[in-house]
Structure formats: C-alpha cells, structure tokens
C-alpha cells in the first residue's frame, strides 16, 4: 500500500523549486480581473478593485494569489494580448511590490513573461503549454515555477472534447506526454506542477473520477495542483444530493470539503475562491493525515476501525 506523502512530508513529488512551502498544502487565492469569469465574473474588473481584492486574499493567508486576466469558463472567447496584459500587469505589479506572492493565469507567452518581469512567481498555464509554442521556452527562461494544466481544446468548445474511455488513466498519459514535451522544450521538470483541469474538456464524472484518482497522477512523480473552486461538478453533486440548483457563489463550502479531500489524497495545491475555507480545510488535512501516518506505524483496532478499510483515498 503506498504511503500518502502530502506536502512536506516524505514524497519526492512535495517540492517545486523555487517555490518553498509551508509544510502543507498550498492555497492558492483566484484573482480573477475578468468581467466574465464564470463564478465571479466583473467583481474584480478594474485594477484598484482587483488590487484590494489581492490583497484581501493575501491578509486571509493564501499562499499565493493567481492573477488572470481571461475568463476561461465553457464558451468564453480570447480577449486578445493588449487587453489581457492591461488587466494582469499593473495588479501584479502592485501585489509583488506589497510583498504578496503571485501567479499568472495565463494561456500566452508574451503576458507569462510580462508578469514575470513585474513580479509573478509562478506561470499557470490552464492549456499547459499547448495554446502558445513559445510558453515553454519562456517559462524556461524566466527560470519560474509552471503549472501544466491538462488541456485539450479552447474554452469556446472544450465541451464537445469531454469523451474518454478511462479518464484517469487517459488525462495521466496526456500530462506524462506534456511533461516529457515541456523537458524537450527546455522546461526543468522540476519546476512543474501538474493539474487534472476540472471542468476542462470534463463532464462531472469525469472531475469526481480524476480527484478519487489522484494517486494516478501523483505517480508520474510531480506535484499537482486541484482547481475544483465553484465548478460545475460540485452543483451537480449537490443537486444530486437534493440541494437543487446551487449557484456557483454558494458552492464554498462544498469547495472546503474537496480542497480537504485532495489535501488528504497528496495535493500539493488547491486553487480557491475562498481563501478562509480553503485554509481551514488544508489544515485539517494536515493535522488528520500526520495522525494518519502515526497510526499508520501502530498495529491494532485504531488502524483496522478507522484508516485502514479504504476510507482513506490512496494517493
Ligand atoms: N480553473 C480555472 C482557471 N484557471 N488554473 C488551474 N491551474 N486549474 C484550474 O482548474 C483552473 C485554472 C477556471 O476557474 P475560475 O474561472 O473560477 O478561475
């Protein structure tokens, strides 16, 4: 049975170079200066607001603040590169110079390497590199961390590419033929997360089969990052349990709940709207799965009864 080794414990896959680490699964707050987004579309639209709103969720503790300026959600169109830099740029300036760690959320190279220079620390690519030729070889020359989302088509028609035979194990081939790309590109695959894309290209069985199968992925033997925040298969999940309709903005909680179960199945990050809730869930995962590992040494009725029937999520 393989041991969980979350964040800053034993795994080989815990570390990012360049990015260290609390010692438990990260946080990363969603900024999204977008008047589109699907769950928080326009709140953040203009800089200052945005700005405040970083800083906002820096103060609440997230470990990083992702910064994006396209929206992303199923349908939404490209933005172009002017408007995309014009609403990233100046916000991240702003957060680094506050001392706040950020990333850009960002599918192109020219507005990766443009909030590189104003202070992001990290690239998250939702197309992992695919959308822009030139994103690994940028991100290879800003020597940053860079999360590779798996990705198979552009957001106006991902929906129409949500079709697989056995989603986890064809999403982990994907991402081991983008790691070995990126490498081949330049990228140091030591400064790689990887990221199953929930709701991207994804109907909601297929979100709740790849985060029960995150071991899958863990396996290919680098850190990965859990984008569930708001999303579709978390309403579904509770229609289906009879709450009906919930719109995405009262999905926190259930978001809490996911964040705390990808924690325990070794995440290494959780990307959230809300930070408080978040924060909380990745702590108690935390305080559970170092309880976990006492008793995992500890032969007896604790082991049997509580951890050792398959409860857990083996990562
Ligand atoms: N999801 C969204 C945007 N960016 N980045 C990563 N790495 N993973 C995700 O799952 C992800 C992302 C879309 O959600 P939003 O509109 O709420 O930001």
Same mark, same amino acid.
């Given at each position: 049975m393989e041991r969980i080794t979350?964040?800053? *414990? !034993? /795994? @080989? %896959?815990?570390e990012v170079k360049g990015l260290p680490g609390p010692g438990r699964c990260l946080v990363m707050g969603i900024l999204n200066v977008t008047p =589109? !987004?699907? !769950?928080? /579309? /326009? @709140? $953040?639209?203009d800089s200052r607001r945005a700005i405040d709103r970083g800083l906002e969720l820096a103060a609440q503790g997230a470990d990083i603040v992702d910064v994006g300026g396209e929206s992303t959600r199923p349908g939404a169109r490209p933005v172009g590169l002017d408007e995309e830099l014009a609403r990233t740029v100046p916000v991240v300036r702003e957060l680094a110079r506050a001392g706040v760690r950020t990333s850009v959320d960002t599918m192109h190279a020219p507005v990766a390497r443009a909030a590189v220079e104003a202070g992001a620390c990290l690239v998250n690519d939702v197309s992992g590199g695919l959308a822009d030729p030139a994103m690994a070889r940028t991100v290879a020359a800003a020597g940053v961390p860079y999360v590779a989302m798996h990705w *198979? %088509?552009? !957001? @106006? =028609?991902?929906? *129409?590419? %949500?079709? $697989? @035979?056995d989603v986890v194990s064809e999403v982990t081939a994907e991402l081991a033929r983008r790691l070995r790309r990126l490498a081949e590109q330049g990228l140091d695959p030591d400064r790689v997360v990887l990221d199953p894309g929930l709701g991207f290209a994804k109907r909601p069985e297929h979100d709740w089969a790849l985060l029960a199968g995150l071991g899958s992925l863990r396996r290919l033997g680098r850190p990965v990052l859990v984008g569930a925040s708001r999303k579709r298969f978390i309403g579904a999940a509770l229609a289906s349990g009879g709450a009906g309709e919930v719109p995405p903005v009262e999905r926190d909680m259930a978001t809490a709940v996911v964040s705390g179960l990808a924690a325990v199945a070794g995440a290494y990050c959780v990307r959230v709207h809300d930070v408080r809730a978040g924060l909380d869930a990745v702590r108690v995962a935390s305080a559970y799965l170092d309880h976990y590992a006492r008793h995992e040494r500890t032969p007896g009725p604790v082991r049997e009864g509580a951890v050792?029937? /398959? %409860?857990v999520p083996h990562a």
């Open positions: 979350p964040l800053g *414990r !034993s /795994g @080989r %896959a815990a =589109d !987004s699907f !769950s928080d /579309g /326009g @709140r $953040y639209a *198979r %088509a552009p !957001s @106006r =028609d991902m929906d *129409r590419h %949500a079709d $697989y @035979r050792g029937t /398959g %409860a």
